[in-house]
Protein backbone atom coordinates (compact mmCIF):
# COMPACT_ATOMS: atom_id res chain seq x y z
CA UNK A 1 0.00 0.00 0.00
CA UNK A 2 3.01 2.01 0.54
CA UNK A 3 5.33 1.04 -1.78
CA UNK A 4 3.99 2.11 -5.50
CA UNK A 5 3.20 5.40 -4.01
CA UNK A 6 7.02 6.58 -2.57
CA UNK A 7 8.39 4.86 -5.93
CA UNK A 8 6.22 7.22 -7.89
CA UNK A 9 7.33 10.03 -5.43
CA UNK A 10 11.17 8.89 -6.08
CA UNK A 11 10.69 8.90 -9.59
CA UNK A 12 8.67 12.17 -9.89
CA UNK A 13 11.73 14.16 -7.90
CA UNK A 14 13.26 15.50 -10.50
CA UNK A 15 10.26 17.94 -11.25
CA UNK A 16 11.11 19.74 -8.20
CA UNK A 17 15.01 20.72 -9.72
CA UNK A 18 13.59 21.71 -13.24
CA UNK A 19 10.38 21.36 -15.44
CA UNK A 20 12.69 21.24 -18.25
CA UNK A 21 11.82 17.46 -18.94
CA UNK A 22 8.73 17.09 -17.83
CA UNK A 23 7.33 15.03 -20.59
CA UNK A 24 10.17 12.34 -20.07
CA UNK A 25 9.95 12.36 -16.63
CA UNK A 26 6.45 11.85 -16.35
CA UNK A 27 6.37 8.86 -19.26
CA UNK A 28 10.08 7.61 -17.74
CA UNK A 29 7.85 7.04 -14.16
CA UNK A 30 4.86 5.23 -15.93
CA UNK A 31 6.92 2.92 -17.71
CA UNK A 32 9.14 2.21 -14.81
CA UNK A 33 5.99 1.63 -12.64
CA UNK A 34 4.47 -0.95 -15.25
CA UNK A 35 8.25 -2.88 -15.44
CA UNK A 36 7.90 -2.63 -11.50
CA UNK A 37 4.67 -4.46 -11.82
CA UNK A 38 5.15 -6.63 -14.48
CA UNK A 39 8.01 -7.77 -11.97
CA UNK A 40 5.91 -8.71 -9.16
CA UNK A 41 7.44 -5.77 -7.39
CA UNK A 42 4.36 -4.73 -5.65
CA UNK A 43 3.21 -8.21 -4.58
CA UNK A 44 2.90 -9.26 -0.83
CA UNK A 45 5.78 -10.92 0.55
CA UNK A 46 6.00 -12.31 3.93
CA UNK A 47 9.82 -12.26 4.62
CA UNK A 48 10.60 -8.50 3.80
CA UNK A 49 14.06 -7.61 3.03
CA UNK A 50 15.66 -4.52 0.72
CA UNK A 51 18.64 -7.20 0.28
CA UNK A 52 16.14 -9.29 -1.17
CA UNK A 53 14.82 -7.39 -4.15
CA UNK A 54 17.81 -5.27 -4.84
CA UNK A 55 19.09 -7.51 -7.71
CA UNK A 56 15.80 -7.79 -9.75
CA UNK A 57 14.76 -3.81 -8.93
CA UNK A 58 18.41 -2.82 -10.64
CA UNK A 59 18.13 -5.22 -12.97
CA UNK A 60 14.38 -3.35 -14.20
CA UNK A 61 15.34 0.56 -12.95
CA UNK A 62 18.45 -0.30 -16.03
CA UNK A 63 16.07 -1.69 -18.68
CA UNK A 64 13.52 1.33 -18.00
CA UNK A 65 16.45 3.90 -17.98
CA UNK A 66 17.69 2.13 -21.19
CA UNK A 67 14.27 2.71 -23.08
CA UNK A 68 13.91 6.14 -21.46
CA UNK A 69 17.75 7.24 -23.14
CA UNK A 70 16.96 5.25 -26.43
CA UNK A 71 13.56 7.46 -27.00
CA UNK A 72 14.95 10.41 -25.70
CA UNK A 73 18.55 10.08 -27.66
CA UNK A 74 16.16 9.79 -31.07
CA UNK A 75 13.46 12.76 -30.25
CA UNK A 76 16.37 15.04 -29.18
CA UNK A 77 19.77 15.47 -31.43
CA UNK A 78 21.11 17.55 -28.60
CA UNK A 79 23.78 15.83 -26.16
CA UNK A 80 23.70 18.44 -24.12
CA UNK A 81 19.26 18.12 -23.18
CA UNK A 82 19.91 13.86 -23.38
CA UNK A 83 22.53 14.21 -20.71
CA UNK A 84 20.63 16.60 -18.12
CA UNK A 85 17.71 14.21 -19.00
CA UNK A 86 19.57 11.30 -18.08
CA UNK A 87 20.94 12.75 -15.26
CA UNK A 88 17.34 13.28 -13.27
CA UNK A 89 16.43 9.52 -14.27
CA UNK A 90 19.84 8.69 -12.38
CA UNK A 91 18.74 10.79 -9.29
CA UNK A 92 15.16 9.30 -9.43
CA UNK A 93 16.44 5.63 -9.65
CA UNK A 94 18.65 6.22 -6.44
CA UNK A 95 15.95 7.76 -4.93
CA UNK A 96 13.79 4.61 -5.55
CA UNK A 97 15.66 2.32 -4.01
CA UNK A 98 16.32 4.43 -1.06
CA UNK A 99 12.68 4.67 -0.64
CA UNK A 100 12.32 1.09 -1.24
CA UNK A 101 14.51 0.60 2.10
CA UNK A 102 12.65 3.26 3.92
CA UNK A 103 9.31 1.14 3.67
CA UNK A 104 10.61 -1.75 3.95
CA UNK A 105 12.24 -0.86 7.09
CA UNK A 106 8.61 0.90 8.35
CA UNK A 107 6.50 -2.61 7.05
CA UNK A 108 9.07 -4.79 9.34
CA UNK A 109 8.79 -2.37 12.13
CA UNK A 110 4.92 -1.96 11.88
CA UNK A 111 4.70 -5.84 12.10
CA UNK A 112 6.75 -6.40 15.07
CA UNK A 113 4.71 -3.69 16.83
CA UNK A 114 1.61 -6.04 15.48
CA UNK A 115 0.71 -2.49 14.08
CA UNK A 116 -0.91 -4.73 10.80
CA UNK A 117 -1.42 -7.76 11.41
CA UNK A 118 -3.64 -10.74 9.67
CA UNK A 119 -4.87 -13.58 10.91
CA UNK A 120 -3.37 -17.20 9.21
CA UNK A 121 -4.97 -20.70 9.40
CA UNK A 122 -2.93 -23.42 8.60
CA UNK A 123 -4.34 -25.88 6.48
CA UNK A 124 -2.48 -29.17 7.65
CA UNK A 125 -2.08 -29.70 11.29
CA UNK A 126 1.23 -32.40 10.26
CA UNK A 127 4.58 -31.78 11.01
CA UNK A 128 5.23 -29.03 8.91
CA UNK A 129 2.00 -27.23 9.95
CA UNK A 130 2.96 -27.57 13.74
CA UNK A 131 6.09 -25.72 13.35
CA UNK A 132 4.78 -22.82 10.69
CA UNK A 133 2.29 -22.46 13.46
CA UNK A 134 5.74 -21.87 16.17
CA UNK A 135 7.13 -19.89 13.92
CA UNK A 136 4.42 -17.43 13.32
CA UNK A 137 3.62 -17.12 17.23
CA UNK A 138 7.84 -16.19 17.50
CA UNK A 139 8.43 -13.89 14.64
CA UNK A 140 5.79 -11.53 14.27
CA UNK A 141 7.76 -10.07 11.19
CA UNK A 142 5.84 -11.85 9.47
CA UNK A 143 2.57 -10.27 9.53
CA UNK A 144 0.42 -12.97 10.52
CA UNK A 145 -1.01 -14.08 13.60
CA UNK A 146 -1.62 -17.87 14.17
CA UNK A 147 -5.45 -18.62 14.30
CA UNK A 148 -5.19 -22.33 14.18
CA UNK A 149 -5.09 -25.60 12.16
CA UNK A 150 -7.70 -26.77 9.49
CA UNK A 151 -7.28 -30.41 8.34
CA UNK A 152 -9.76 -33.63 7.46
CA UNK A 153 -10.13 -34.46 11.34
CA UNK A 154 -9.30 -37.92 10.28
CA UNK A 155 -5.58 -38.01 12.10
CA UNK A 156 -5.33 -40.85 15.05
CA UNK A 157 -1.99 -39.31 16.09
CA UNK A 158 -3.35 -38.84 19.81
CA UNK A 159 -0.38 -36.31 19.95
CA UNK A 160 -1.72 -34.69 16.89
CA UNK A 161 -2.68 -31.04 17.71
CA UNK A 162 -5.92 -29.50 18.23
CA UNK A 163 -8.55 -28.46 15.29
CA UNK A 164 -10.42 -24.92 15.07
CA UNK A 165 -12.55 -26.48 12.58
CA UNK A 166 -12.17 -29.22 9.45
CA UNK A 167 -11.30 -28.74 5.79
CA UNK A 168 -15.42 -29.57 4.23
CA UNK A 169 -16.12 -26.35 7.64
CA UNK A 170 -13.57 -24.24 6.58
CA UNK A 171 -16.00 -21.47 5.16
CA UNK A 172 -17.47 -21.28 8.82
CA UNK A 173 -14.33 -21.27 10.57
CA UNK A 174 -12.67 -18.39 8.11
CA UNK A 175 -15.82 -16.44 9.24
CA UNK A 176 -15.88 -17.52 12.54
CA UNK A 177 -11.56 -16.54 13.25
CA UNK A 178 -12.10 -13.50 10.94
CA UNK A 179 -9.26 -15.11 8.98
CA UNK A 180 -7.49 -12.98 6.52
CA UNK A 181 -4.29 -15.61 4.87
CA UNK A 182 -4.80 -19.73 4.25
CA UNK A 183 -1.62 -21.30 4.30
CA UNK A 184 -1.10 -25.25 2.89
CA UNK A 185 0.94 -27.25 4.86
CA UNK A 186 1.18 -30.83 5.37
CA UNK A 187 -2.74 -31.91 4.62
CA UNK A 188 -4.25 -35.07 4.16
CA UNK A 189 -6.72 -33.87 2.12
CA UNK A 190 -6.51 -35.39 -1.35
CA UNK A 191 -5.43 -32.42 -4.06
CA UNK A 192 -8.09 -32.20 -6.20
CA UNK A 193 -10.76 -31.99 -2.79
CA UNK A 194 -9.02 -29.41 -1.51
CA UNK A 195 -9.01 -27.62 -4.84
CA UNK A 196 -12.45 -27.78 -4.73
CA UNK A 197 -12.73 -26.20 -1.05
CA UNK A 198 -10.52 -23.72 -1.93
CA UNK A 199 -12.39 -22.66 -5.15
CA UNK A 200 -15.52 -21.94 -2.19
CA UNK A 201 -16.77 -18.25 -2.27
CA UNK A 202 -16.35 -17.99 1.20
CA UNK A 203 -12.56 -19.35 0.81
CA UNK A 204 -11.47 -17.46 -2.28
CA UNK A 205 -11.58 -14.10 -0.20
CA UNK A 206 -7.97 -15.28 1.49
CA UNK A 207 -4.74 -14.99 0.21
CA UNK A 208 -3.52 -18.61 -0.44
CA UNK A 209 0.14 -19.30 0.29
CA UNK A 210 1.29 -22.90 -0.29
CA UNK A 211 4.33 -24.80 1.05
CA UNK A 212 5.48 -26.47 -1.71
CA UNK A 213 5.83 -30.26 -1.79
CA UNK A 214 9.63 -30.61 -3.08
CA UNK A 215 11.40 -28.39 -0.15
CA UNK A 216 13.92 -25.87 -1.47
CA UNK A 217 11.99 -25.45 -4.85
CA UNK A 218 10.59 -22.34 -5.76
CA UNK A 219 9.04 -20.93 -9.59
CA UNK A 220 11.54 -19.25 -11.80
CA UNK A 221 11.24 -15.71 -12.43
CA UNK A 222 9.93 -15.02 -9.10
CA UNK A 223 11.85 -13.81 -5.58
CA UNK A 224 11.90 -17.10 -3.27
CA UNK A 225 9.96 -16.93 -0.37
CA UNK A 226 10.11 -18.05 3.27
CA UNK A 227 8.71 -17.96 6.82
CA UNK A 228 11.10 -19.41 9.18
CA UNK A 229 13.25 -20.95 5.94
CA UNK A 230 9.69 -23.24 5.44
CA UNK A 231 9.72 -21.87 1.55
CA UNK A 232 6.08 -20.67 1.09
CA UNK A 233 4.44 -19.38 -2.57
CA UNK A 234 2.02 -17.41 -2.86
CA UNK A 235 -0.62 -18.60 -5.22
CA UNK A 236 -3.05 -17.46 -7.75
CA UNK A 237 -6.85 -15.71 -6.95
CA UNK A 238 -8.77 -18.38 -7.58
CA UNK A 239 -11.60 -15.95 -8.82
CA UNK A 240 -11.27 -12.25 -10.95
CA UNK A 241 -12.17 -9.43 -8.31
CA UNK A 242 -10.45 -6.20 -7.12
CA UNK A 243 -8.68 -4.44 -9.55
CA UNK A 244 -7.77 -7.73 -11.88
CA UNK A 245 -11.98 -7.89 -12.66
CA UNK A 246 -11.71 -3.84 -13.20
CA UNK A 247 -8.87 -4.17 -15.57
CA UNK A 248 -10.81 -7.05 -17.55
CA UNK A 249 -14.19 -5.32 -17.80
CA UNK A 250 -12.45 -2.03 -18.61
CA UNK A 251 -10.84 -3.68 -21.83
CA UNK A 252 -13.99 -5.60 -22.53
CA UNK A 253 -16.00 -2.47 -22.99
CA UNK A 254 -13.27 -0.67 -24.64
CA UNK A 255 -13.42 -3.96 -27.39
CA UNK A 256 -16.95 -4.34 -27.42
CA UNK A 257 -17.50 -0.60 -28.27
CA UNK A 258 -14.83 -0.70 -31.03
CA UNK A 259 -16.27 -4.11 -32.56
CA UNK A 260 -19.33 -2.84 -32.67
CA UNK A 261 -18.36 0.31 -34.82
CA UNK A 262 -15.94 -1.44 -36.96
CA UNK A 263 -18.02 -4.63 -37.70
CA UNK A 264 -21.38 -2.45 -38.75
CA UNK A 265 -21.03 -3.12 -42.32
CA UNK A 266 -20.46 -6.89 -41.01
CA UNK A 267 -23.63 -6.94 -39.48
CA UNK A 268 -26.05 -5.12 -41.86
CA UNK A 269 -24.49 -7.88 -44.37
CA UNK A 270 -25.53 -11.05 -41.70
CA UNK A 271 -28.87 -9.95 -40.86
CA UNK A 272 -29.72 -8.98 -44.58
CA UNK A 273 -28.33 -12.86 -45.52
CA UNK A 274 -30.41 -14.08 -42.35
CA UNK A 275 -33.59 -11.97 -43.38
CA UNK A 276 -33.42 -13.30 -46.98
CA UNK A 277 -32.69 -17.39 -45.60
CA UNK A 278 -35.78 -17.34 -43.65
CA UNK A 279 -37.67 -14.42 -43.63
CA UNK A 280 -38.49 -12.28 -40.14
CA UNK A 281 -36.96 -12.62 -36.57
CA UNK A 282 -33.21 -12.23 -37.75
CA UNK A 283 -32.28 -12.48 -34.29
CA UNK A 284 -32.27 -15.61 -31.69
CA UNK A 285 -32.65 -15.02 -28.18
CA UNK A 286 -32.54 -18.16 -25.78
CA UNK A 287 -32.20 -17.93 -21.93
CA UNK A 288 -28.11 -18.90 -20.60
CA UNK A 289 -26.72 -18.94 -17.48
CA UNK A 290 -24.43 -16.49 -16.71
CA UNK A 291 -21.57 -14.84 -13.34
CA UNK A 292 -22.77 -16.79 -10.20
CA UNK A 293 -25.81 -19.17 -11.69
CA UNK A 294 -27.62 -16.01 -12.92
CA UNK A 295 -30.00 -16.72 -15.88
CA UNK A 296 -29.53 -13.91 -19.26
CA UNK A 297 -30.89 -13.77 -22.50
CA UNK A 298 -28.20 -14.21 -25.00
CA UNK A 299 -28.31 -12.45 -28.50
CA UNK A 300 -27.39 -14.07 -31.52
CA UNK A 301 -28.10 -13.98 -35.47
CA UNK A 302 -30.74 -16.95 -36.81
CA UNK A 303 -29.04 -20.10 -37.82
CA UNK A 304 -31.57 -22.32 -37.19
CA UNK A 305 -35.50 -22.87 -36.41
CA UNK A 306 -36.25 -25.45 -33.53
CA UNK A 307 -39.56 -27.02 -33.67
CA UNK A 308 -40.65 -25.93 -29.85
CA UNK A 309 -39.22 -24.14 -27.74
CA UNK A 310 -38.90 -27.27 -25.23
CA UNK A 311 -36.23 -28.61 -27.91
CA UNK A 312 -34.66 -24.87 -28.24
CA UNK A 313 -33.91 -25.48 -24.16
CA UNK A 314 -33.42 -29.43 -24.42
CA UNK A 315 -31.31 -30.04 -27.71
CA UNK A 316 -27.82 -30.85 -27.97
CA UNK A 317 -26.57 -28.93 -31.24
CA UNK A 318 -24.08 -31.12 -33.22
CA UNK A 319 -22.16 -30.78 -36.33
CA UNK A 320 -23.76 -31.10 -39.34
CA UNK A 321 -27.58 -30.79 -38.06
CA UNK A 322 -30.09 -30.61 -40.62
CA UNK A 323 -32.20 -28.17 -39.66
CA UNK A 324 -29.44 -25.32 -40.20
CA UNK A 325 -29.65 -24.16 -43.50
CA UNK A 326 -26.77 -23.38 -46.07
CA UNK A 327 -26.14 -20.00 -44.59
CA UNK A 328 -26.45 -20.39 -41.22
CA UNK A 329 -23.87 -23.39 -41.92
CA UNK A 330 -21.78 -20.85 -43.08
CA UNK A 331 -22.05 -18.30 -40.27
CA UNK A 332 -21.93 -21.25 -37.31
CA UNK A 333 -18.80 -22.14 -39.37
CA UNK A 334 -16.91 -18.57 -39.03
CA UNK A 335 -18.68 -17.45 -35.71
CA UNK A 336 -20.91 -14.56 -37.56
CA UNK A 337 -23.59 -15.60 -35.65
CA UNK A 338 -22.22 -14.80 -31.99
CA UNK A 339 -21.34 -11.19 -33.27
CA UNK A 340 -24.47 -9.82 -31.32
CA UNK A 341 -23.34 -10.77 -28.24
CA UNK A 342 -21.00 -7.85 -28.49
CA UNK A 343 -23.77 -5.95 -27.21
CA UNK A 344 -24.39 -8.63 -24.21
CA UNK A 345 -20.51 -7.53 -23.71
CA UNK A 346 -21.42 -3.72 -23.12
CA UNK A 347 -24.47 -4.76 -21.12
CA UNK A 348 -22.73 -6.44 -18.38
CA UNK A 349 -24.16 -10.02 -19.24
CA UNK A 350 -20.81 -11.29 -20.58
CA UNK A 351 -16.88 -10.83 -20.91
CA UNK A 352 -15.09 -11.11 -24.03
CA UNK A 353 -13.10 -13.84 -23.15
CA UNK A 354 -14.10 -16.76 -20.57
CA UNK A 355 -16.51 -20.12 -20.27
CA UNK A 356 -18.98 -20.34 -23.13
CA UNK A 357 -22.46 -19.92 -21.51
CA UNK A 358 -24.79 -22.64 -21.30
CA UNK A 359 -28.86 -23.45 -21.14
CA UNK A 360 -30.37 -23.67 -17.49
CA UNK A 361 -30.77 -27.34 -18.65
CA UNK A 362 -27.25 -28.56 -19.67
CA UNK A 363 -25.90 -26.42 -16.39
CA UNK A 364 -27.79 -28.40 -14.00
CA UNK A 365 -26.75 -31.86 -15.95
CA UNK A 366 -23.74 -30.92 -16.59
CA UNK A 367 -23.33 -29.51 -12.65
CA UNK A 368 -24.07 -33.21 -11.26
CA UNK A 369 -22.26 -35.05 -13.76
CA UNK A 370 -18.75 -33.23 -13.24
CA UNK A 371 -18.12 -31.17 -10.11
CA UNK A 372 -15.65 -28.84 -11.28
CA UNK A 373 -18.31 -27.56 -13.79
CA UNK A 374 -20.38 -25.76 -11.80
CA UNK A 375 -16.95 -23.66 -10.62
CA UNK A 376 -16.84 -22.24 -14.08
CA UNK A 377 -19.55 -19.57 -13.18
CA UNK A 378 -17.26 -18.07 -10.56
CA UNK A 379 -16.82 -15.28 -13.94
CA UNK A 380 -19.27 -13.93 -16.53
CA UNK A 381 -19.20 -16.28 -19.45
CA UNK A 382 -17.26 -15.14 -22.86
CA UNK A 383 -17.83 -14.68 -26.37
CA UNK A 384 -14.78 -16.81 -26.49
CA UNK A 385 -13.09 -18.82 -24.42
CA UNK A 386 -9.57 -20.93 -24.10
CA UNK A 387 -11.71 -24.36 -24.23
CA UNK A 388 -12.83 -23.53 -27.77
CA UNK A 389 -9.64 -22.42 -29.32
CA UNK A 390 -7.89 -25.36 -27.77
CA UNK A 391 -10.45 -27.75 -29.85
CA UNK A 392 -13.00 -28.11 -27.48
CA UNK A 393 -16.69 -27.64 -28.74
CA UNK A 394 -19.48 -29.63 -30.10
CA UNK A 395 -19.19 -33.16 -29.26
CA UNK A 396 -15.66 -32.99 -26.52
CA UNK A 397 -15.79 -34.12 -23.27
CA UNK A 398 -17.62 -31.67 -20.49
CA UNK A 399 -15.25 -32.46 -18.13
CA UNK A 400 -12.49 -31.45 -20.84
CA UNK A 401 -14.11 -28.29 -21.25
CA UNK A 402 -14.44 -27.53 -17.44
CA UNK A 403 -10.84 -28.20 -16.67
CA UNK A 404 -9.81 -25.69 -19.24
CA UNK A 405 -12.27 -23.20 -17.81
CA UNK A 406 -11.08 -23.33 -14.76
CA UNK A 407 -7.54 -23.03 -15.47
CA UNK A 408 -8.22 -20.09 -17.34
CA UNK A 409 -10.21 -18.30 -14.47
CA UNK A 410 -6.85 -19.27 -11.86
CA UNK A 411 -4.41 -18.11 -14.50
CA UNK A 412 -6.10 -15.14 -16.04
CA UNK A 413 -3.99 -12.14 -17.30
CA UNK A 414 -4.58 -9.41 -20.14
CA UNK A 415 -2.10 -11.56 -22.31
CA UNK A 416 -4.02 -14.82 -21.89
CA UNK A 417 -6.84 -12.71 -22.91
CA UNK A 418 -5.10 -11.38 -25.86
CA UNK A 419 -3.85 -15.07 -26.73
CA UNK A 420 -7.20 -16.29 -26.61
CA UNK A 421 -8.37 -13.94 -28.97
CA UNK A 422 -5.83 -14.22 -31.60
CA UNK A 423 -6.29 -17.76 -31.54
CA UNK A 424 -10.10 -17.03 -31.79
CA UNK A 425 -9.45 -14.76 -35.28
CA UNK A 426 -7.39 -17.56 -36.54
CA UNK A 427 -10.24 -20.38 -36.14
CA UNK A 428 -12.44 -17.61 -37.53
CA UNK A 429 -10.25 -17.22 -40.88
CA UNK A 430 -9.96 -20.92 -40.95
CA UNK A 431 -13.53 -22.02 -40.55
CA UNK A 432 -13.20 -23.68 -37.33
CA UNK A 433 -16.41 -23.38 -35.79
CA UNK A 434 -19.11 -25.79 -34.95
Known amino acids: MITAP ?10 LLTNQYWRGTLFAAGLTILIFAAGRLYHARRHVSILDELPSLCGRLLASAAIVAIIAALRHESVEYVAGFMRGVALSAGLVIVGRALTRSFTVLARKRRWVEHNAIVIGSGPVGVELARLLRRYPQYGLRFAG ?6 RDDPEAPPLIGTLDDLEKTITMVEGDVLIVADTECAESTLMEILRRPGCATCDLWVVPRLWGSHAQGRLPDHIGAIPVVQARHMSLSGPRWGAKRASDIVFASIALTVLSPVFLLCAIATFLDGGRGIFFKQERIGRYGKPFQVIKFRSMRPRDDHESQTNWSIADDQRVSAIGRFMRRTSLDELPQLWNILRGDMTVVGPRPERPFFVEKFSAEHPDYAMRHR ?7 LAQVSGLRGDTPISDRARFDNYYIENWSLWLDAKVLLRTIAEVFRGGGR
Open 6 to 15: VDLAALLAPL
Open 149 to 154: WVDTGT
Open 379 to 385: VPVGLTG
